[in-house]
């Protein structure tokens, strides 16, 4: 079975600096991996996928994210944090079975002060 | 959030009854899905749906129904026999193609009283 684990429940960063929101995941065969972004009391918006091909996938609102096969890692990224950042964060790996399920991580808080 | 509908946003509902939410898409997307999002938990998939007239249990379906009749449309029912259905419930659709993301609509937050 999938699996996605997002080890930091929260994250402060100051507004400026770089921001990094950390995912390992466990699947057999190749990875789907997805990101997502979730405002308060809103549904998820899609950030950015990782199919194949180029271990940085670029995505919406400047973030980006690095796939690490041999860390099984999909950490997302971005340059510079805004303040307008801060919200819920969940990393998604699609599921070896049918019907193109996610498996989602139990999410990570980003929290970008000035 | 657009394309995709959820009504109503809040809903309250006394122990004992069943209640259905709404989920509609206009976005032409063949599969369609229902999650649970509880505090600390991320998303738990309670249904799922293909195509019309099919659909298949997700990781928590105890308690909980859904019809397919058409395309556009993926309501649930959240029964008396759901022991604990308070919860944030969010429906997603999905076009054909296996690397396709999921589209999320503006989820219906259920309150039992």
């Known amino acids: 079975a999938q699996s996605v684990a997002q080890p930091e429940d929260q994250v402060n960063v100051a507004e400026g600096n770089p921001l990094t929101v950390k995912c390992t995941y466990s699947?057999?065969?190749?990875?789907?991996l997805f990101w997502y972004v979730q405002y308060p009391n809103r549904g998820l918006q899609f950030l950015l996928k990782y199919i194949t091909g180029d271990n940085l996938v670029k995505g919406s609102y400047g973030f980006e994210a690095e796939f690490n096969k041999s860390q099984t890692s999909f950490h997302l990224k971005k340059p510079s944090a805004l303040v307008s950042d801060s919200a819920l964060y969940f990393c998604a790996v699609r599921d070896t079975g049918g019907g193109n399920k996610l498996t989602f991580g139990t999410g990570t808080q980003l929290k970008v002060e000035l | 959030d657009g394309g995709i509908t959820q009504s109503p946003k809040y809903l309250f509902r006394k122990e004992g009854q069943n209640v259905t939410l709404s989920c509609e898409q206009n976005l032409n997307h063949d599969a369609m899905y229902w999650y649970r999002q509880d505090p600390g938990q991320g998303l738990r998939l309670i249904y799922y749906?293909?195509?019309?007239?099919?659909?298949q249990k997700g990781d928590i379906a105890e308690g909980y129904s859904v019809s397919r009749e058409k395309k556009e449309s993926f309501p649930l029912t959240v029964t008396s026999a759901q022991k604990n259905p308070t919860a944030f419930y969010l429906c997603?659709?999905?076009?054909?193609?296996?690397?396709?993301?999921?589209?999320f609509g503006p989820g219906t937050r259920l309150t039992v009283l």
């Open positions: 699947v057999s065969g190749n990875p789907y």
């Open positions: 749906s293909q195509i019309v007239n099919d659909f």
């Open positions: 997603a659709s999905r076009t054909a193609g296996g690397t396709n993301e999921q589209f």
